[in-house]
C-alpha cells in the first residue's frame, strides 16, 4: 500500500520551532518531489515548500521563507520541513505529498497525500 505519514506536530508557543517528517511506505520517495501544504481553520489548503527529487531544488511560499527550511533523506525515505520563528498565523494541519517532477508541487498534480499534523502554534 503507497501511503506517505506525517509526524512531529504539536503544540508550540509563538517563536517556538518543530521539525515535521514525512515518511513514505510502499514506495520509494527518491523518485517524487515532495511538497508540504498546510490547512488552517476555515481556510483553503495553501502550499508551503516543495522539494525536488535530489533535493538540489526548493522554494518556499512567501509567508514562510526565511523561517523554514524544507530538506530530504533519500536513504531514510523521509522529508522534513524545519520551522522556526513560528507564529499564530501557522497554525494548521500540514500535508506532504509527492509528484514525480518538482518544483513546482502544484495541488492539483499531487499524485499521492497524506493523512495530516496538527501543528498549533499557541501560547
Known amino acids: 500500500q503507497l501511503q506517505l505519514v506525517e509526524s512531529g506536530g504539536g503544540l508550540v508557543q509563538p517563536g517556538g520551532s518543530l521539525t515535521l517528517s514525512c515518511t513514505a511506505s510502499?514506495?520509494?520517495?527518491?523518485?517524487?518531489?515532495i511538497g508540504w501544504f498546510r490547512q488552517a481553520p476555515g481556510k483553503e489548503r495553501e502550499g508551503v515548500s516543495c522539494i525536488s527529487r535530489g533535493g538540489g531544488s526548493t522554494n518556499y511560499a512567501d509567508s514562510v521563507k526565511g523561517r523554514f527550511t524544507i530538506s530530504r533523506d533519500n536513504a531514510k525515505n523521509t522529508v522534513y520541513v524545519q520551522m522556526n520563528s513560528l507564529k499564530p498565523e501557522d497554525t494548521a494541519v500540514y500535508y506532504c505529498?509527492?509528484?514525480?517532477?518538482?518544483?513546482?508541487?502544484?495541488?492539483?498534480?499531487?499524485?499521492?497525500w497524506g493523512k495530516g499534523t496538527l501543528v498549533t502554534v499557541s501560547s
Open positions: 510502499g514506495f520509494t520517495l527518491d523518485y517524487y518531489a
Open positions: 505529498a509527492a509528484v514525480p517532477v518538482g518544483p513546482p508541487c502544484p495541488e492539483s498534480g499531487m499524485a499521492y
